[in-house]
Nanobody, 120 residues
Framework: QVQLVESGGGLVQPGGSLRLSCAASGFSFTGYAVSWYRHAPGKERELVAAITSVGGMTNYGDSVKGRFTISRDNAKNAVYLQMKSLKPEDTASYSC?????????????WGQGTQVTVSS
């Protein structure tokens, strides 16, 4: 069964850090671009960070540049999001997405999300 499972969320004080993990089962992350999105109540879903399938090039949303780092470990079939200097406005449900396009079809998988709450 194809599945993405996020973990590592929780409650953290402003200025703190968290490391989110996205683990894949039932398929290999190799060949997939992986992204982290977040969704806060009353707001639109926002792209937080993305990493390419080849070369490991990264891209970040303007609101998290310089604070968040996305990385991948294909051997462990996992992608990570290191979050530092967290702010209350980072509070959201964080989900990972794995995407791969071939000539015959597109593969798109989502996890259920992990909640991050930044509050004192």
């Amino acid at each position: 069964q194809v599945q993405l499972v996020e973990s590592g969320g929780g409650l953290v004080q402003p200025g703190g850090s968290l490391r989110l993990s996205c683990a894949a089962s039932g398929f290999s992350f190799t060949g997939y671009a992986v992204s982290w999105y977040r969704h806060a109540p009353g707001k639109e879903r926002e792209l937080v960070a993305a990493i390419t399938s080849v070369g490991g090039m990264t891209n970040y949303g303007d609101s998290v540049k310089g604070r968040f780092t996305i990385s991948r470990d294909n051997a462990k079939n996992a992608v990570y999001l290191q979050m530092k200097s967290l702010k209350p406005e980072d509070t959201a449900s964080y989900s990972c997405n794995a995407h791969r396009a071939t000539w015959v079809r597109t593969y798109d998988y989502w996890g259920q999300g992990t909640q991050v709450t930044v509050s004192s």
